[in-house]
């Protein structure tokens, strides 16, 4: 008997531990998806360089082509001096010639759906290209590599450009695309043999195809930025161009001068879809990036494809890849100018902007005929860095910016130590900064920076690039993933940041800076995060290194038969995909010298993170159990879409949220919340969907009935979209989300 209360003893002593670590640091968990999907025990068989969460509660992952190489490729040591590979898409091969359609759409394929509820991975179909109007005989291509996403306003997803080709250099696609939800949600995925190009003509299997083709921009975007605007249209702007019919053959690292606006009720309106896009040419607007003299002694890195127009061009700023973007009040989008200069990194970082140089940008004309206008705004306290990440602080209400790396001449080319003749390329260093954006109606250039040179940590490992900062319900801020460089030294524990206010005004003070549990994989470049609906923190992605595919044509080896009727979606063939690559130099390619790797070259693992907030007070959680309406309405309060309850709420309007299983005893130092949070949207280390609002609530008669408010959408800059709405208690623990749409214009969910 003594034997077995040692044991007893030891477990329970062992599950406390754990139990009171998770308390205090949170917790990870492998995600291991359900059986009839597409994943391989843990594997997921892909890359996600892009997750957006849908509002049926569904985590949307895709990569397109994957940064890959198709072989075969030289490597070192097989060859003394490898040549740089060129990438899955070559200029000289003509790859989007109608008769290769089969073949592209089977490198790029890369689609997936993750459920939480239920624990499942299923694959979804690529896009269908769409016959090119500008070349004859060719599709346009429409690879989700690189592209940039964003919901509009029924919670559809924009997909906007990618990549066109990765040789002579990376260049852009004109793509459109729309990721219909509700179509999504009604589609039985265990049933869909995913590995098959839709047809754009097929009625009969039209419902098991969510992508609506939107229209094609005027040219091509690489790392496209989305914002948001009150009235429900999207802004896009940046991105290098592509090979342009109608334009003059772009040169290297060319970056597309045009604002492009889509507009979602013109494209739910009208027969011609392409009507839903209009476009401004911002090349010389004044006080814009692309009339900002920055460098006028300009000389490009030698060897570079460099034309003398490129050569102009480069004497001024552009706008930023991936430019971290927020609006503002009044129609005005400020342009932080973090985002991505390292694709446009040569060994001198000679085509990397080294300026200050921040912007407004005013956006004005009508929906048929709009304008834009630029101001400056405040200079950043250090020249701009790239892939830091930004967030929209509701505790300060100010822009944050953590991290990033630098882009001083020499910083730029950082190896690790010399290992069996060659040194590996681990890409540019991150930083432990954080900057902080005061907007302010009173100063010059309407704000102003400040800086904090070791906020992430005191030491070098704490430097962070590639990374997200991701707003939780309780108003605490959760940085995450990334690594010192882009694709080496990978920092697995997070930061929670939990803001501290003046207990008589209220007003923000500083934030309390707690390190988390470590999770397990390597989250380098190209990964992603996101909160869930539950409050967990879905990760996936990154990669050390470009993978190489043995890519065989679907007319030497055909795609297998699959019997939909199984229940079981085909499972990837990944014998194909090389993992075991390294970079010795940017472009140049590794393998064999360093025996089993540690970091794979893509990363196809996923994890989630349970934030401390889940583990108060046990296993008890607040629920939202219903929501009604205080008052009349002219419109369809709720909807039950495929078996899920949605609300719609509309600006100034009163409503009751109905609650169950609250706290017994509050704590004393905490007082409940009610807020709104913007479904995610992430890619390349930074969350452009999130924006986090607080609801103004009282209490009712009933200890389980609160009355809140909504605010004026255009005063709170609400952008018409669906929200997860967060009961977070006076224990501090957040309920299950409850899905909302918010939009003054919709009169049903």
Not at 131 to 147: E, G, R
Not at 384 to 399: E, F, L
Not at 464 to 470: D, E, F, L, S
Not at 503 to 521: I, Q
Request: glycine share 8%; charged share 20%.
């Amino acid at each position: 008997m003594s034997r077995i209360f040692v044991i007893i003893f030891l477990v329970k002593t062992i599950y406390c531990q754990e139990y009171q670590n998770a308390v205090e640091g949170g917790s990870w968990q492998v995600v291991v998806p359900e059986i009839n999907g597409a994943a391989i025990g843990k594997s997921l068989g892909m890359q996600t360089v892009h997750a957006v969460l849908l509002p049926s509660g569904d985590v949307l992952v895709a990569s397109g082509s994957s940064w890959r190489n198709r072989g075969p490729i030289e490597t070192f040591p097989q060859s003394d001096d490898p040549k740089g590979s060129e990438g899955v898409f070559q200029l000289r091969e003509d790859p989007f010639q109608m008769e290769k359609i089969d073949d592209y759409f089977q490198l790029v394929n890369n689609v997936g759906v993750y459920n939480p509820d239920k624990n499942t991975f299923f694959r979804v179909p690529h896009p269908t290209p769409v016959p090119d109007p500008k070349w004859s005989d060719h599709f346009a291509p429409n690879d989700l590599f690189c592209t940039g996403h964003l919901h509009i306003s029924d919670g559809n997803v924009l997909f906007v450009g990618g990549t066109q080709y990765y040789h002579p250099y990376r260049t852009g696609n004109r793509a459109t695309y729309l990721y219909d939800w509700r179509k999504h949600a009604n589609i039985s995925w265990n049933e869909v043999d995913w590995r098959r190009m839709p047809s754009l003509n097929d009625t009969e299997n039209e419902f098991q195809n969510p992508w609506l083709f939107s229209g094609l921009m005027e040219r091509g975007r690489w790392y496209a930025s989305l914002v948001p605007l009150i009235d429900g249209r999207l802004v896009v702007m940046g991105g290098f161009v592509g090979f342009d019919h109608g334009y003059t053959d772009m040169y290297s690292f060319e970056n597309n001068d045009l604002v492009e606006f889509f507009d979602p009720q013109i494209f739910a309106s009208s027969s011609d879809k392409q009507l839903a896009w209009t476009k401004v040419n911002v090349k010389s607007t004044l006080n814009g990036p692309f009339t900002n003299l920055i460098n006028p002694t300009f000389k490009p890195t030698p060897g570079i494809n460099c034309t003398a127009r490129c050569i102009k061009d480069n004497q001024y700023d552009v706008f930023k890849l991936y430019e971290q973007a927020y609006l503002m009040a009044e129609n005005r989008i400020y342009l932080t100018r973090e985002g991505d200069w390292v694709s446009a990194r040569t060994h001198d970082t000679a085509f990397m902007r080294k300026t200050k140089a921040t912007y407004h940008m005013h956006i004005g004309g009508t929906r048929q005929s709009p304008t834009v206008q630029f101001s400056p705004g405040p200079s950043r306290a250090e020249n701009i860095t790239s892939y830091g990440t930004t967030i929209n602080d509701p505790n300060s209400g100010r822009i944050l910016l953590f991290g990033g790396q630098p882009t001083s001449p020499g910083t730029q080319l950082y190896r690790d130590d010399t290992h069996q003749g060659y040194q590996r390329y681990a890409g540019g260093r991150g930083s432990r900064k954080l900057e902080e954006f005061f907007s302010s109606y009173y100063e010059a250039g309407g704000g102003h920076w400040s800086l904090k040179s070791n906020f992430l940590g005191e030491e070098s490992q704490d430097d962070r690039t590639m990374h997200y900062a991701i707003l939780l319900p309780t108003s605490q801020v959760l940085i995450i993933n990334g690594a010192n460089y882009d694709f080496y030294g990978s920092v697995n524990y997070p930061i929670l940041l939990t803001p501290k206010f003046d207990p008589v005004t209220g007003v923000f003070l500083y934030y309390n800076k707690t390190r988390m549990n470590e999770g397990v994989e390597a989250r380098l470049y190209h990964n992603v995060a996101l909160l869930l609906p539950d409050g967990r923190i879905w990760i996936s992605g990154g990669g050390s290194a470009r993978a190489l595919i043995h890519y065989t044509s679907l007319s030497e080896q055909p795609l297998s038969e699959h019997n939909s009727s199984s229940g079981k979606q085909p499972l990837p063939d990944n014998s194909n995909v090389h993992l075991d690559l390294q970079m010795f130099d940017d472009g140049r390619l590794s393998k064999g010298t360093q025996g089993s790797l540690t970091v794979p070259t893509e990363t196809w693992v996923a994890e989630i993170f349970n934030p401390p907030y889940l583990y108060i007070d046990g296993q008890r959680r607040a629920m939202i159990v219903a929501l009604s309406y205080v008052k009349s309405l002219d419109y369809q309060f709720e909807s039950i879409i495929s078996g899920r309850r949605y609300y719609l709420l509309h600006s100034n309007s009163q409503y009751n949220i109905h609650l169950s299983d609250l706290p017994k005893k509050c704590s004393e130092s905490k007082s409940d919340k009610l807020v709104l949070i913007k479904l995610g949207s992430a890619t390349h280390g930074w969350d452009g969907g999130q924006r986090l609002i607080n609801l103004s609530f009282k209490e009712t008669s009933s200890s389980t009935t609160l009355q809140f408010t909504t605010p004026e959408a255009r005063i709170a800059l609400i952008a018409p979209g669906f929200y997860m709405l967060f009961y977070i208690d006076c224990m501090g623990k957040p309920s299950i989300a409850q899905m909302i749409r918010f939009d003054d214009q919709a009169k049903m969910p």
